[in-house]
């Protein structure tokens, strides 16, 4: 993929979502109703929406090839993401869901701005385990509405577009503007603390 003239610019709007986030939990009244919001719906939570773009970051980042590097963390994400969702709308309970959130901000911004690799199923195991976090909130939010299985699929095609995009950018920034993606996971990881800070 070629650089060009607008991925720098894309790549420091990224760096600023964190700075004008909501919390995770209610941002949009716990409203849902079918795919299109479901869609919308990470795009609302900052939280989500950075964790979303700065596993496919990593991914771009530190892949030694394109395929199938760049989609194990990706893919543990999203599975995992699914099956804490379809667990939080069984009415699972998890302790310190908000926490932990907070802490896979922390640590993925931090994977991001050190541009650490992992072995590929260690990525996509420890980007699970934050996921089943975010899947956990959002069933419980999803939890007696009758939309909830069109709504997830809206949000579960969300994920995979916030991946995407954060490839793409990852992929267009391998070899110039590498400081970008680290201002990038900088921000993150300082978003998870402030949301941690909050949570104590």
Do not use: C, K, Y
């Not at 650089?3 to 919390?23: D, G, K, Q």
């Amino acid at each position: 993929m070629r650089l060009t003239r607008t991925t720098p610019i894309l790549a420091l709007l990224l760096a600023a979502l964190p700075l004008v986030a909501n919390a995770h939990t209610g941002v949009d009244g716990a409203h849902h109703h079918g795919f299109i919001t479901g869609f919308l719906h990470p795009l609302t939570g900052v939280d989500h929406l950075a964790a979303m773009v700065a596993v496919g970051l990593w991914s771009a980042l530190t892949a030694r090839r394109a395929w199938p590097d760049l989609l194990w963390a990706p893919l543990g994400f999203a599975v995992m993401l699914l099956a804490g969702a379809m667990a939080g709308l069984g009415g699972v309970q998890l302790p310190a869901v908000e926490p932990m959130i907070a802490a896979s901000l922390l640590v993925l911004g931090l994977l991001v701005l050190t541009q650490r690799r992992l072995p590929a199923f260690a990525a996509a195991a420890l980007v699970g385990v934050f996921a089943v976090f975010h899947g956990i909130a959002h069933g419980q939010e999803l939890a007696g509405e009758s939309a909830a299985a069109m709504t997830l699929a809206g949000m579960l095609a969300a994920t995979v577009v916030l991946h995407g995009a954060g490839i793409a950018i990852g992929w267009s920034l391998r070899h110039s503007h590498r400081w970008l993606p680290r201002l990038a996971g900088a921000a993150v990881a300082l978003f998870g603390v402030a949301l941690l800070g909050g949570l104590a």
